[in-house]
C-alpha cells in the first residue's frame, strides 16, 4: 500500500459524458501528478501540481483539466468523453516540488471505461 | 528529457540473477537515473535510483559506468513475483515529470 488513495476504482461511462477522477496524496506529500496508462500509448505523465499550484503539464488533452485543493487532495476532469479515453488513470504524490530527490508514490489507478 | 532504449522483454528463471540494461546517450549533467518496477493493473513502484557508480538497497542494485550513457539494474536471485514491467528512466531536477518509455517485461519461470 504507497498511501496514495483513489476514487472511484472503476468506472463506466458513455461517449460525450464527463467524470471527475478523485487522489488522495499521502500524508505529508505536497506534489501529486496524474498519468494515463492505456495498452497502445503506454504510461504518459499529464499534469503536475504542487501546493495547489500547477507546475507542469504533458500530453493532456484540453477536455481534461485538474485541480489540486487546499487539503491536498487532487482531481482530474474528463469531459466530451471519446472511446480513446478509456485508460488506466494513475495519480502519483511526492513531497518535494522536484523529483529526482523525491521518489514518486503511486496509487492503485481508476480504471475508466467508455462505451 | 532524455530518451531512454531498454529490451522489451527478458526471460529468466527462478534463483537466478537478472541484469536488466538501459541506454541514454542523451542524458543531462543533472539527470539521475530512477528504475520503476510495474505489476499487471497496479501503479508503478520505485525501485532505485543513482547518479554515478553503484548504487545498493534491499531489492536491487544499479550500476552506472563513468560516462554514463547506460546503466544495469541488477535483480539478485529472482522469484516468480519479480515477474513484471521495469521502467529505466532519466529524471531531472528542473523537471517534475515522469517519463515512461516502453519498458522491459521480465518473465521468471520456475
Known amino acids: 500500500d504507497s498511501g496514495v488513495t483513489q476514487t472511484p476504482k472503476h468506472l463506466i461511462t458513455a461517449t460525450g459524458q464527463r467524470v471527475t477522477l478523485r487522489c488522495s496524496p499521502r500524508?505529508?506529500?505536497?506534489?501529486v501528478y496524474w498519468y494515463q496508462q492505456s495498452l497502445d500509448q503506454g504510461l504518459q505523465f499529464l499534469i503536475h501540481?504542487?501546493?495547489?499550484?500547477?507546475?507542469a503539464k504533458g500530453n493532456i488533452l484540453e477536455r481534461f483539466s485538474a485541480q489540486q485543493f487546499p487539503d491536498l487532495h487532487s482531481e482530474l476532469n474528463l469531459s466530451s468523453l471519446e472511446l480513446g479515453d478509456s485508460a488506466l488513470y494513475f495519480c502519483?504524490?511526492?513531497?518535494?516540488?522536484?523529483?529526482?530527490?523525491?521518489?514518486?508514490?503511486f496509487g492503485p489507478g481508476t480504471r475508466l471505461t467508455v462505451l | 528529457l532524455a530518451k531512454t532504449t531498454q529490451p522489451i522483454s527478458m526471460d529468466s528463471y527462478e534463483g537466478q540473477e537478472v541484469n536488466i540494461t538501459c541506454s541514454h546517450n542523451?542524458?543531462?549533467?543533472?539527470?539521475?537515473i530512477t528504475w520503476y518496477q510495474q505489476f499487471p493493473s497496479q501503479g508503478p513502484r520505485f525501485i532505485i535510483q543513482?547518479?554515478?557508480t553503484k548504487v545498493t538497497n534491499e531489492v536491487a542494485s544499479l550500476f552506472i559506468p563513468a560516462d554514463r550513457k547506460s546503466s544495469t539494474l541488477s535483480l539478485p536471485r529472482v522469484s516468480l513475483s519479480d515477474t513484471a514491467v521495469y521502467y529505466c528512466?532519466?529524471?531531472?531536477?528542473?523537471?517534475?515529470?515522469?517519463?515512461f518509455g516502453t519498458g522491459t517485461l521480465l518473465a521468471v519461470q520456475p
Open positions: 502519483a504524490s511526492s513531497v518535494g516540488e522536484e523529483q529526482t530527490y523525491n521518489e514518486q508514490f
Open positions: 500524508s505529508g506529500d505536497l506534489s
Open positions: 501540481y504542487y501546493n495547489g499550484e500547477e507546475r
Open positions: 542523451n542524458i543531462a549533467t543533472n539527470d539521475y
Open positions: 543513482g547518479y554515478k
Open positions: 528512466l532519466c529524471v531531472g531536477g528542473a523537471t517534475n515529470k515522469l517519463i
